[in-house]
């Protein structure tokens, strides 16, 4: 069963500066669904929209982001809501207990002046009522699961190197249990080694906790090391999600056959070839597909309506005239 | 010991010189008046009416010269000068001849020190958390209102305020007295009527910096916090679902007093040259009255001795602020 | 009832105000160094110490104080005889004699930096006594007012009780805290941040000489207490909390308005006290070209409409004075009035068709008045037109001062504005104190523009070193004090007029000898022989006043500075607690209580009952 | 220049506001020319007159035109503050561009000179050198004077700010593509430090104006030109507050208030349209 | 003597930091006795790797110029670097070594139009002064990296993309014609499919401008495909140099592994298997005397704790490591 329903999702930054109004269609028209004990990848170049979609899925909707329509529901047996309809203060209950997230980079989300354990208190504080010793035990115990030393809890943030401090963001994500974590690039910036580390850490969490992680990333050799889905992201919109070795072994859309086929491998010389062009500004994305102007098959169908996503075959979804060649524009649910 | 070494010896070296020069500046540029401490000793006992024989003033001059220590070159007088400070005595004050320096200003200063500050920092304190709260919730309608407020008290001249808390409230409405730092006939022992007489005298002067301070410090921190909310450690914290009242105090507050506290040593130090329109505005008596009829008296050891301790004051609390710095910065090393 | 203190009562009290402002030094009450005022104003020099003689300008006199009579001189003035009061006493109970004259003259003669240090020791050859109350003063060199060191006419020499301070160490240094008195008040409390003093009657106040003079003075209290600027001593008048002060006009006006038991020193307009013994006016620097040429000076003095300038100034509340001596009723008795006829026909010369230019104008006073009944304000009846707004003054004659200017080689640019000979434009600073209730600081800014208005380009500096620019000659023209005051109750101009003396005259740059008179740089031959006159003169000889007359003959012809209004002062008396204050209608005393005559007042005053 | 203008007035309030009253305050100021009364004159008028159609000001306890005399006050109290902050911000950018681009030991010094002054108690200084200069404390000598006073903290705030620009990788891209130190600082820097420039120059002219009203109330400035602490001198000593002559001591008053807030405005909304973030949005966007 | 001028040859070289943090002053050795060389006549792509924080930046900008080292000799073309003064050497030494670095979107001062640096790179060093000499010049620079002049003129760092800029950047850097660029991470800003043809575009310089690259980088897997050599660096030391098919394939010293290892194949087979160990505090290891990676190695004998490791020459591969010192 599904404990995440994304329908037609339309969150846009409308910002007007000086007169000049802008929007930019960082998430537009997104379904998905995910079920539990899933870890779930989306992939996409760097600005396609991404992070808005976690910081979106959270809730966190600060102008200028708005949303301009969709629906997000959690359905978690016991709580069954629409994140986007909540008030401030219900959504806040909901955050880590329920939904936590990993931000996309951890050197400057820890409050530079606090000591880690402060932030461990006041993130928890914020959503249960411990007993004096209980939350400090409660810490401590969870740190050295995840391998970090309980000194980090008396250190400030710059004392602590960068693998470190992402370390400490996943433990704040994973402490309370929740049902969902949402990962948004919890690796980059990040020493190979160190990537490994936390991405293993990740993985040992999923396992034990049997919760959902949704892990946003652009570095492929991640999402074929930890998803078991992956959804692949192009200008705002998802344009292709399957099975990991399904996307691996039989990309489908243009743009995922490049992505995966530039991919050096260690061991191998051979020429890569990849994907012409640059990505379209989301503020101003031409009509049609928007990979259009990079393709190769083009097709004149292409430079008019935008696929839909739909389904290949079992959980292969695509959306490209290529692949779906027989036009269905039906409803979805 | 390295951090002695490398960090607060050359530190220390520099708020010495920086003294220095202050102290030497303070030498010379009253030298370069046209005042001289002596004539204008003449000037107030004749313009008083009093008689001196005009054969006698020549003589008169010479004694008065000696008795105040003004004879010798500019760099003799320089060099006395270190000697004595050295020793803690800013030499006899001229108009008020041969009382000390010291003892003048001892009498001034407790008032001053203590309601400046206590005043500054209320106003520092008051001003901040305002001003945070202001700049965090600025889309609540009370925000606007402070800000409206604070915009409206500060650019009011200071001596516009005080006359008009005073008219108010010492004169259409007599709930404060007028004048001085005590009630008449007050005994100076140690007691509750006592504490509270002075209280009562002290709060005009005291609201009056405040307000100010207050809307001056709270200006400033709202446009730092307004930089500070769209930092991401904030952002996460909210997505955290942290409290909005542990957002304003640990992560907008807390960072926002940061650059606020330089500012704080720097009003610290100040109080040591007194607040001279508030002293004038509701006669309380203070260090700034006194430096001022020391200018206008030529009273040169008197002045210096005011100015030179302010500049010590100001100079120690940038130091003592840039020692303990880190302590309420984590991030700065002694570098 | 009201309590000023814990067992103060209000209405046993009078609250006066300190013009000298916070008492830096609080707990000191040595007033014998020099140039050092620890509040000599604040109950010193009025309810504590007491001088041989006083001066009371009011009706023109000098008291005898502690001396029973006026001093002895011997022929060739070498020697002088002082019989004091009997039966003073110091309030610690010892009685007062010839032996604290003689310990503090000693005293001061033998410690350099304690008054008249200098002088003592420039004429005191031997002090003595015969008797208890006999004190016998040999001279080194003759000195016919050698008296008048001891003459109180705000600073004299004060007496110490020597049973106090034969104790001490170093004279200097001594705070003389608590202090006994030899008045009819004893300290009783001071505030150590200097705002007040508390002083209560003695209970043997008829062992003090304001006792035996005038009997027991009224308040059991007086409050010494500074409330600060004009502002706030109003606002204290007006809650009844201040019985006497000196204000500025508006701040009286609004003393006025709001407490209807207050009274200046007139009851109507114009309320200020115009028997203050000062002058005040404009000094010119005579050692700066072109004020020292007298065609200028006069022409400076023309271009000036008195009436104008104290509409300006104090809104036409002042008396006009055209000689360098204050318009006070002394004055106008022994000077102003038996000047009047030579007044009237002195003549500049220059000629107005074809006639001798007189200058002096006796309609002045009659503007004045019509200016003020302008204004709105009650005028005074014609009678008394002249005692409020003065004799007269100068003409208004901008023509004639033109003539005089261009006599000179001045000529007037095509702007109008006024170039000097050499062809540059005249360009007059005129500077003055900070104090804008100050009526130096008001001439200043009126003045200006009436030589504005005259076509000369004036600037008016404030400045907080007035004073010092006064002293080295560096300004041109200045509002200080534009001579040396008289005594005031006394018509001996000596003092006056030494100051012009040739010998004391200073260059530019260098410090004059005094301040008033001395700053102007400029001398007289024929002066200095009047000067040398008076010196042999007796201090009692009716001969002075006509050497005065000869001397102020010269000062009109040679205008050094230029005249304009006796200070007019402006004092708020409250009469909720307080009544029968020495007002205009009932001038007993002098009206100030801030001046030595303020216990003269005291016992005078009557209680109005209130609680 | 006049389509910026034209783009913030629309677009946001508080330059509207700012500029609006701006407006307004020069245009008293430039009014003051064709002013009927001389301000150095008294008793043009009657006096403690309340306004009227006459004086729409009301008059002074002097007898001058509290409108007219307001207008020389706006005039003088800007013109003093335009060179202060002129005088100051040249110091200022000088030595906040030198000590933070060259750093060492001329760093070093200029700081060290720059703690002194910070230092130095100010009031009693210029108390001290506005009797040096003998009271002759007109409106250019002051100005001057503040000028020379008013630059030590913003020449820090400067060089911090050049400190950290100085790490950014485009210095090393700049000094790489040939470019010399001056034109490192002037073309790459300036653009960066501009909104910190023009905040602080309102604030010090505003700190200006301030230092002028202290000094005038004090009575150490030159009393008989008109500025808005001259007036408030004269009101303030005139018993204004006291004698119920409100629109005399009001009028200074109030305007300091409309000046500050305006200058503010102007200051915030003005970094903010420089601010390299919002100018960036705005390079993107008009481009797009 | 005799001997042939190398292009650049690095040698002892040694860079210590000290901070003094709180009342503890600590002194990090960045660079810690580093020696290597680039042949002149031949050109190449060197890559250095290793841990972040290993002192690869650091090195680079020793290289630049940009800071001192401690002690040690930098020789460009036989020129030692740290004597280079004046304007006109340090202008030729410019000229010849350009890097390109790391954020494209912080090369450029966003403020201003990117041309305006190739404009000013081409007239100060004199290669034009007429209009349109240097716009060709400008141009030719543009077309070696594939964007034309038009593209680009005018515009803003923010109206490119991070691929366009890196080209730019690159572009900018062979105006003058460089022998040597020093690329730090030059691709781990830009997205996947850009980051390949950027490393096609170094590839394409090497081969026919002749120009000789260090790549500084952590991702193995691009290192693999474009570079010839490749030093491999942990805390300030280069444990491991030699051709790039050697010791990607065949690693030889502990860490060289475990980093290899790291490397996520992209592939869902592949999959990690076994758990690394994560050091938590990591300024420990700068202070040991011994191999610095004894700490974390698995295979740690006593000696390693004791002496520090030389170089061992092993199937045309240098390694520093205990494991073959016997
Ligand atoms: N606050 C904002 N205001 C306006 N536009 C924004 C804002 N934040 C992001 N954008 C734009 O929205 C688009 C999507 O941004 P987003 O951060 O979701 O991308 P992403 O896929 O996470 O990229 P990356 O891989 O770089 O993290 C980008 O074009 C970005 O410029
Ligand atoms: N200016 C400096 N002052 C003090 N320490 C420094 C300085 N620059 C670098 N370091 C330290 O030197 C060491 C090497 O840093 P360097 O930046 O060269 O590493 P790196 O290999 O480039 O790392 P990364 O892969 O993260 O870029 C680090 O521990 C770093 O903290
Ligand atoms: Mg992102
Ligand atoms: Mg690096």
């Known amino acids: 069963m599904s404990v995440l329903k994304v329908k037609d999702l339309k969150s846009y930054y409308i910002s007007e500066v000086f007169g000049i109004k802008r929007t930019v269609r960082a998430v537009d028209g997104v379904y998905m669904e995910i079920n539990r004990d899933e870890v779930f990848g989306i992939a996409g170049e760097s600005g396609c929209g991404k992070s808005t979609l976690i910081k979106t899925l959270l809730g966190m909707i600060k102008p200028p982001l708005t949303i301009v329509d969709g629906e997000i529901y959690y359905d978690f047996g016991d709580k069954k809501f629409n994140i986007l309809s909540l008030n401030p203060d219900e959504s806040r209950k909901i955050r880590w207990e329920y939904i936590s997230y990993i931000p996309q980079s951890s050197m400057s989300v820890l409050n530079p002046v606090r000591r880690i354990r402060d932030t461990f208190k006041s993130f928890l504080g914020a959503h249960k009522k411990f007993e004096k010793d209980e939350l400090e035990g409660l810490v401590k115990e969870h740190l050295s699961a995840l391998g970090l030393p309980t000194e980090v809890l008396n250190a400030y943030p710059h004392q602590l190197s960068g693998g470190m401090r992402q370390r400490v963001t996943i433990a704040l994500a994973s402490i309370l249990k929740p049902k969902v974590i949402l990962a948004d690039e919890p690796s980059t910036a990040l020493d190979v080694v160190v990537q490994r580390g936390v991405i293993q850490l990740l993985r040992n969490i999923q396992e034990e906790q049997k919760n959902i992680i949704i892990i946003v990333t652009h570095d492929m050799g991640i999402h074929a090391n930890i998803c078991d889905r992956i959804a692949i992201m192009y200008a705002g919109k998802i344009i292709e999600e399957a099975r990991t070795d399904e996307i691996f072994k039989h990309p489908l859309h243009p743009y995922t056959t490049y992505l995966i086929g530039s991919l050096p491998k260690i061991g191998d010389k051979s020429y890569r070839v990849s994907a012409p062009g640059s990505p379209p500004p989301l503020s101003n994305l031409p009509n049609g597909c928007s990979f259009h102007p990079r393709c190769p098959y083009v097709m004149e169908k292409c430079k008019k309506e935008f696929p839909s996503l739909l389904n290949v075959e079992d959980e292969h979804r695509v959306a490209c005239f290529l692949v779906n060649k027989e036009d269905d524009n039906g409803a979805r649910d | 010991m390295t951090f002695f070494k490398r960090y607060l010896l050359p530190r220390i070296i520099q708020y010495l010189v920086v003294i220095f020069i202050g102290t030497t500046v303070v030498f010379v540029v009253p030298r370069l008046m046209p005042t001289d401490p002596i004539q204008q000793t003449i000037e107030r006992v004749t313009m008083q009416g009093t008689y001196i024989d005009p054969d006698a003033v020549e003589e008169l001059k010479e004694t008065l010269k000696e008795l105040y220590g003004l004879k010798g070159t500019l760099f003799e007088q320089y060099a006395i000068f270190w000697k004595r400070l050295f020793r803690g005595d800013f030499g006899p004050s001229f108009a008020q001849f041969p009382t000390p320096v010291m003892e003048l200003i001892s009498i001034s200063l407790p008032w001053t020190t203590i309601l400046l500050l206590l005043t500054t920092l209320l106003s520092w304190v008051i001003g901040n958390i305002l001003g945070g709260l202001a700049g965090y919730f600025s889309h609540y309608r009370w925000a606007r209102i402070l800000e409206g407020i604070a915009m409206f008290i500060r650019p009011i001249p200071y001596y516009i305020v005080a006359l008009g808390l005073l008219i108010l409230f010492a004169f259409i409405f007599p709930i404060f007295p007028v004048v001085g730092g005590a009630s008449i006939g007050s005994e100076f022992k140690l007691s509750w009527n006592l504490i509270i007489d002075i209280i009562e005298h002290a709060f005009l002067p005291a609201l009056s910096l405040i307000i100010v301070g207050t809307s001056t410090w709270f200006i400033t921190m709202r446009l730092i916090v307004s930089n500070i909310v769209t930092e991401d450690y904030v952002s996460y914290a909210q997505s955290g679902g942290v409290s909005n009242k542990e957002i304003v105090f640990h992560y907008v507050i807390r960072n926002g007093l940061l650059p606020q506290i330089t500012g704080l040593a720097l009003s610290l130090g100040q109080i040591f040259s007194g607040a001279l329109i508030t002293e004038q505005v509701f006669s309380y008596p203070g260090i700034g009255t006194l430096l001022y009829r020391s200018i206008s008296t030529g009273d040169y050891n008197l ?28 991030r700065i090393r002694y570098e | 009832f009201t309590q000023v203190a814990p067992q103060i009562p209000r209405n046993e009290t009078i609250i006066v105000d300190i013009l000298g402002g916070r008492v830096v030094n609080p707990k000191r009450f040595n007033s014998w160094v020099i140039g050092v005022s620890s509040g000599t104003d604040s109950g010193i020099q009025q309810l504590m110490l007491e001088p041989l003689w006083c001066v009371e300008y009011a009706k023109g006199r000098v008291l005898n104080v502690l001396a029973k009579e006026p001093p002895i001189y011997n022929k060739d003035f070498t020697q002088m005889t002082v019989k004091l009061r009997e039966g003073i006493y110091w309030s610690d109970g010892v009685e007062f004699t010839a032996d604290d004259v003689i310990f503090t003259v000693e005293t001061l003669k033998n410690k ?464 909720y607690y307080w009544t029968n204050y020495p007002g205009a209608e009932n001038s007993y005393q002098q009206p100030y209580h801030h001046w030595p005559n303020f216990k003269f007042m005291l016992p005078y005053l009557k209680s109005t009952g209130r609680k | 220049m006049f389509s910026t203008i034209k783009t913030l007035f629309k677009y946001n309030k508080k330059f509207a506001f700012g500029f609006t009253v701006i407006s307004i305050l020069v245009f008293l100021a430039i009014l003051s020319f064709f002013s009927p009364y001389d301000p150095k004159v008294w008793n043009l008028t009657p006096r403690d007159l309340p306004p009227s159609i006459q004086h729409p000001l009301g008059t002074t306890s002097m007898g001058q035109d509290v409108f007219w005399l307001a207008t020389y006050a706006i005039k003088n109290s800007l013109f003093l503050s335009i060179i202060s902050m002129f005088i100051s911000r040249i110091i200022a950018i000088a030595v906040g561009l030198v000590a933070g681009y060259k750093g060492g030991s001329l760093d070093r010094i200029l700081m060290t000179l720059n703690d002194s002054f910070v230092i130095i108690p100010l009031l009693p200084i210029l108390i001290l050198i506005a009797s040096v200069l003998k009271g002759g404390l007109n409106i250019v000598n002051l100005g001057i004077l503040l000028g020379f006073f008013g630059w030590a903290w913003d020449a820090r705030v400067i060089r911090s700010q050049i400190l950290s620009l100085r790490e950014r990788e485009f210095t090393y891209t700049a000094r790489l593509s040939g470019m010399k130190t001056s034109s490192i600082i002037l073309k790459e820097y300036l653009p960066f430090i501009v909104p910190l420039i023009m905040a602080t120059a309102m604030n010090n002219m505003l700190w200006a104006i301030g230092m002028e009203v202290t000094l005038a109330i004090l009575g150490l400035s030159s009393l008989e030109i008109p500025t808005l602490g001259t007036m408030i001198h004269w009101s303030v000593n005139s018993q204004s507050l006291l004698l119920g002559i409100w629109w005399w001591i009001l009028t200074p008053v109030i305007i300091c208030i409309f000046l500050f807030i305006s200058l503010y405005m102007l200051s915030v909304s003005i970094s903010e349209f420089l601010d390299p973030r919002s100018r960036l949005k705005r390079i993107e966007v008009m481009k797009e | 003597m005799g001997q042939e001028i190398k292009l650049l040859d690095i040698k002892n070289l040694v860079k210590v930091f000290t901070i003094g943090s709180g009342f503890v002053k600590s002194r990090i050795t960045a660079v810690d006795n580093v020696s290597f060389d680039l042949e002149s006549g031949r050109s ?168 000789n690259v260090i790549y500084i980088t952590h991702d193995l897997a691009t290192s693999y495909y474009v570079s010839d050599r490749i030093a491999i660096m942990f805390r300030g030391t280069i444990v491991e140099i030699g051709p790039v098919e050697k010791i990607l394939i065949d690693p030889k010293h502990p860490y060289t592994k475990i980093l290899r290892d790291s490397v996520p194949e992209p592939d869902p087979e592949k999959r990690w298997k076994e758990k690394i160990k994560l050091s938590s505090f990591e300024e420990r290891e700068f202070l040991s005397i011994g191999c610095k990676f004894a700490d974390r190695c698995p295979y740690v004998m006593d000696i390693c704790k004791k002496e520090a490791p030389n170089d061992i020459i092993l199937d045309g591969v240098t390694v520093k490591c205990h494991l073959y010192s016997s």
């Open chain 5, 44 to 211: 190449e792509i060197f890559t250095l790797a290793g841990e972040s924080g290993s002192g690869k930046t650091t090195l680079a900008r020793i290289i630049l110029g940009f800071i001192e080292p401690t002690s040690g000799k930098i020789l460009y073309k036989g020129k030692n670097i740290t004597e280079i003064k004046g304007r006109k050497e340090e202008m030729w030494f410019m000229r010849e070594v350009q890097p390109i670095f790391q954020n494209p979107f912080e090369t450029f001062n966003p403020l201003k139009k990117v041309d305006s640096y190739l404009y000013e790179t081409v007239v100060n060093y004199g290669i034009a002064n007429k209009r349109e000499d240097i716009n060709s010049a400008i141009d030719e620079a543009l077309n070696l990296v594939g964007i034309s002049f038009q593209e680009i003129q005018g515009r803003y760092p923010h109206e490119f993309s991070g691929g366009q800029l890196q080209r730019i950047s690159i572009a900018r850097a062979l105006i003058t014609k460089p022998s040597l660029l020093i690329a730090d991470e030059p691709v781990s800003m830009v997205d996947a499919s850009l980051k390949m043809s950027i490393c096609n575009l170094f590839k394409d310089l090497k081969e026919k401008q002749k120009v």
């Open chain 3, 112 to 575: 350099p930096g304690m008054s008249y240090n200098t002088e003592f020791n420039m004429y005191v050859d031997k002090i003595s006594k015969t008797g208890k109350y006999t004190v016998i003063f040999d001279l080194k060199q003759p000195n016919s007012r050698f008296h008048t060191y001891f003459l109180d006419r705000w600073g004299a020499c004060r007496f110490m009780p020597k049973h106090i301070f034969e104790k001490v160490e170093d004279p200097l240094k001594f705070d003389f805290y608590p202090p006994i008195s030899l008045g009819p008040y004893v300290l009783k409390d001071v505030d150590p941040a200097g705002y007040w003093r508390l002083w209560e009657r003695r209970k043997d106040w008829n062992r003090t000489a304001v006792g035996k003079m005038y009997g027991m003075p009224k308040p059991k209290y007086v409050l010494f207490i500074y409330y600060g600027a004009p502002e706030k001593k109003a606002m204290a008048q007006i809650k009844h909390e201040l019985d006497m002060c000196d204000l500025t006009m508006e701040s009286f006006r609004a003393v006025l308005q709001q407490n209807q038991y207050a009274r200046g020193y007139r009851k109507d307009f114009p309320w200020v006290v115009n028997i203050d013994p000062c002058i005040t006016g404009i000094t010119l620097n005579n050692a700066v070209s072109p004020f020292n040429i007298k065609d200028v000076r006069w022409a400076l003095t023309l271009a000036i409409d008195i009436v104008d300038t104290i509409g300006i100034a104090f809104d036409g509340a002042a008396t006009m004075g055209a000689l360098l001596i204050p318009p006070t009723p002394a004055y106008l008795r022994w000077y102003y009035r038996p000047m009047e006829t030579w007044l009237k026909n002195f003549a500049l010369d220059i000629e107005v068709d074809g006639k001798p230019f007189k200058p002096y104008d006796t309609n002045a006073p009659y503007r004045l008045a019509e200016y003020c009944k302008k204004r709105g304000y009650t005028v005074p009846p014609e009678s008394q037109i002249k005692n409020v707004f003065g004799y007269g003054w100068w003409k208004y004659a901008p023509e004639v001062a033109t003539k005089l200017l261009e006599r000179q080689g001045f000529k007037k640019g095509a702007d109008g504005k006024w170039l000097l000979p050499d062809g540059k434009p005249w360009k007059i600073t005129i500077t003055t104190g900070t104090n804008p209730a100050h009526p130096q600081y008001r001439n200043g800014f009126a003045v200006a523009q009436q030589w504005r208005k005259f076509g000369i380009d004036v600037e008016v500096k404030t400045s907080e070193t007035a004073g010092t620019e006064g002293t080295y000659g560096k300004y041109e023209a200045i509002t200080t004090w534009p001579a040396q005051e008289p005594w005031g109750g006394h018509p001996d101009l000596y003092r006056t007029f030494s100051a012009w003396r040739s010998k004391y005259v200073k260059p530019v740059g260098e410090a004059a000898i005094g301040a008033a008179g001395y700053i102007s740089r400029w001398s007289d031959k024929k002066l200095d022989g009047i000067i040398d006159d008076m010196e042999k003169t007796a201090w009692d000889d009716p001969n002075l006043t006509k050497l005065g007359i000869e001397g102020l003959k010269i000062l009109v012809e040679e205008m050094p500075s230029i005249p304009t209004f006796g200070y007019p002062g402006v004092v708020g008396w409250d009469e």
């Open chain 2, 303 to 330: 002045m210096m001795g005011i100015t030179i301790l302010s500049i010590i004051g100001i100079a120690t609390g940038v130091l003592i602020i840039d020692i303990v710095y880190p302590l309420f910065d984590p």
